[in-house]
């Protein structure tokens, strides 16, 4: 469960900005928008889902951007970086670029309150910190910080609750470019695997257009599987009677015939297995029903894009409210029909749909969605580029809007502000 994100220096953005999830004491929708999280009544409730508007090029990407890359930086420093390598992903504000960028975030994991961060250079990793509330109270397990001047970091390792024998090496064996979390949970560190764990099965970033579309392809092999895809389909109002899936192995006729034989060897030895599965894609075919009870079929690449992409994200929709995952969705409605974007939304919102409390986050031009039946005043959050063209991040709540108020309208209008400055077209002449 994601309570809070925060980004410092980061492309767009500039001075430290923060996305929430705590909701807000109004009650309006309370017992389906928000939550209690399980066991933790000192926490505030939280919330379901949370959309970000703004013009293009204000930085809503770039807010999930910052939580892809700090999650693929605590998932591969340990293990896929060397001595002296640059550490992928940075990328400092334009104004800013000696200084290091950070990421912060807490989040709930097996019932326990975590607080943690780190700020990077391209070079190495110059603080890093971890708080615990196991008990409801601060415990300080961690601290790491770079010491320009004597060229050493200054550590701080909680020996009470930090367990295991093994503390001083996970410090010897983290590298400068690497972080102390990655490199302990590699080490077998029960405590930070628990962390790590966290980041790599309960934190989904991306965007529509590039959702595998593997676990889809995994519950159509099976009869329940395929059930559940064909109920996802036909409640956004799909005219899908059936699906028919043919699993094909990946092989050399999926190839352009003018490829050289050695170079598609290459390919087919060095492909990702999700890349292979992929390749099921054209084997897949919906059988549809006329009002005079007909059926034909057409296959998948003859389905809108849309079909399409609601096809293919099924299997990662379905697993995220399952598991209780939170997904960072950037363009949701990207090739989708407003209602349908409206759809994946309210799930989140069903308690039956989404029993286990997962999250979803997601940046949008759509603007049908400020809708008070969809989504609480608290739900909704903007962006907008200052005079040094550094992102700022904001809630809706910031405006105090009346309970009743028209918010598409009030957006449109200017006075919530992220909005794009077009000119007079008197340019043209």
Partial sequence: MLIEFSVTNFLSFGEKQTLSMVADKAKELEETHTFQPIGKAKLPRLLHAAGVYGANASG???LLRAMKVMREIVLSSAKDSQAGELIQGIMPHALSEDEPTEFEIIFI????????GFAATRQ???EEWLFAFPSGRSQQWLSRVYNVDSQEYQWLINATQVKGERRELWKKSTRDNALFLSTAAQLNSEQFLVILAWFRKNLEVGATNQISPVKTFELC??????RKILQWMLAADMSINDIEFAEKPFTFDMLPNDFPVELKQLILQNLPND???AAFFAKIKFSHKTSSGKEFQLPISLESEGTRRLFESAGVWLDVLEQGQVICIDELESSLHPLLTRYIISLFHNPEMNRNHAQLIFTTHDTTVLDNELLR???IWFVEKDVDQATQLYPLSDFSPRKD???????LQGRYGALPYISSPNWLK
Wanted: hydrophobic fraction near 20%; charge should be positive; charged fraction near 40%.
């Fill in 60 to 62: 809503k990407s770039n």
């Fill in 109 to 116: 994991a097996n019932d326990v309150r975590y607080q943690y």
């Fill in 124 to 126: 190495r990793i110059t």
């Fill in 221 to 226: 092999k099976h009869h329940e599987g395929k």
């Fill in 275 to 277: 890349a292979k599965k």
């Fill in 377 to 379: 005043r608290d739900q």
């Fill in 405 to 411: 108020e028209a918010l598409q309208k009030g957006y």
